[in-house]
């Protein structure tokens, strides 16, 4: 474990570390050790235990049920949830009614968060494309007004927990975009309330075969004239990308918190691994190759985690710090492959195996480089607010943009 972070960790954030860390040991690793894999799936009796431990609500108001905290808390209970399992660290993100308190008025958060906190109302994000990923502002998918309803036509891609999700929050176009500088207007979102376990009417969803981030599915979409109720569009139309790119700052926050668990549950194995496993009558961890290995392993760790704990207080102090964000959530994901891949290393052969978690901590740290917004966004991001906005990126972008318009018909088209 971590020293408790003078001038951030409160007598009551250290509890709320060390009840999630209990409650991790308990319920969620033996779970991720029997049932990660391409098959498994987090049990719906997990889900249960964790809304009673109040973690679908931790950063909803408490008038709605939740417990009123803020980033800090949230990302403490993510990173100890991911020392076990990163997907169940990750389907905190599917409630805390982000979205929703954003957009709704008061009657209708009072008939959903109460939901949400219960664990009764999670969520899928349907944002990237086939075609779209870190450029999230060129999605195609359309969204038409017709009567009371929107009718939403268009592909999906990389759409988690999709089947198993009560709503999907689907982003399509409303309008047409009208310069480079603004390619994000035009883009709404939707509120698509289902059954779990089925898909609405007019969506049909295909697996992504995953190497990782087992638990809950990940898929592609197709949808063909599905219609959502006028009253869901959630937020302003056009306006959704910029609501998005406000809550940014907590999601790569979440996402280094995420890094930072997997890479502490390898680094105890590995303590305990070195320990135990003996070559030439002593044990490993009796060599300082290894001996060197740990402490630089324990070191990143500690400093990526220190570095979160600035960036969360910066978040829930109101403060903008989309710089900060961005280099806690590339140092800390960097850190966690090179950490958990340090870890593998040191149990050899047993490392390549299903035998240990290792392998699982490699594979799901590999993934957070990527979502979220890619190592290279963050180091784009960084770069910017040091050096101002790149002229040979911009005119690469207007370019691009304007092969854009052409390629779907939208030029000397307006929102």
């Known amino acids: 474990m971590s020293n408790d972070g003078k001038g951030y960790m409160t007598e009551e954030r250290i509890m709320i570390r060390d009840a999630a860390r209990a409650f991790t040991m308990k319920e969620v690793l033996p779970v991720a050790n029997k049932l990660d894999g391409p098959d498994g799936e987090i049990p719906m009796e997990l889900r249960r235990k964790m809304a009673e431990m109040g973690y ?22 993510a990173e100890q949830l991911a020392r076990g399992w990163m997907s169940v660290a990750s389907i905190l993100a599917r409630a805390q009614g982000g979205w929703l308190m954003k957009t709704m008025d008061e009657a209708r958060l009072k008939q959903y ?56 929050a689907v982003f399509a176009r409303t309008g047409h975009p009208s310069s480079a500088s603004k390619r994000w207007e035009g883009i709404s979102c939707f509120m698509i309330e289902k059954e779990r376990g089925s898909f609405p009417k007019g969506m049909t969803g295909n697996k992504i075969p995953k190497i990782g981030y087992f638990g809950w599915n990940t898929f592609e979409l197709a949808l063909d004239g599905v219609r959502v109720p006028k009253e869901n569009l959630l937020g302003e139309p056009g306006k959704a990308f910029l609501v998005m790119a406000k809550g940014l700052e907590v999601a790569r926050a979440h996402t280094a918190a995420r890094g930072i668990g997997l890479a502490q549950g390898a680094l105890e194995d590995s303590i305990e691994y070195a320990t135990q496993r003996k070559q030439f009558g002593l044990p490993i961890a009796e060599y300082q190759s290894l001996r060197f290995k740990i402490a630089t392993m324990a070191t990143e760790i500690e400093a990526a985690r220190q570095l979160l704990y600035y960036v969360c207080n910066e978040i829930d102090s109101g403060r903008r710090c989309d710089k900060e964000a961005s280099m806690v959530k590339y140092f800390a994901t960097e850190m966690a492959e090179r950490v958990t891949s340090e870890a593998l290393q040191i149990f050899g052969g047993a490392g390549y195996t299903k035998l240990f978690p290792i392998e699982r901590y490699w594979r799901d740290a590999r993934l957070t480089k990527i979502f979220e917004g890619t ?41």
Not at 58 to 73: C, K, N, R, S
């Open 56 to 77: 679908f609500g931790i950063m909803l108001p408490e008038e709605y049920g939740g417990l009123g905290m803020g980033a800090f808390e949230y990302c403490l209970v």
């Open 113 to 168: 968060m109460p939901r949400v906190v219960a664990g009764e109302f999670l969520n899928a994000s349907a944002l990237s494309e086939p075609d779209t990923g870190s450029d999230l502002a060129s999605i195609s998918c359309r969204a038409v007004l017709e009567g009371d309803e929107w009718v939403l036509t268009g592909n999906k891609y990389w759409c988690t927990f999709a089947d198993g999700a009560d709503y999907l």
């Open 375 to 415: 190592s290279e966004i963050q180091q784009r991001i960084i770069a910017t607010n040091l050096l101002g906005k790149s002229e040979v990126e911009g005119m690469i972008a207007e370019r691009a943009f304007q092969k854009y318009q052409e390629a779907k018909g939208l030029k000397g088209e307006h929102a």
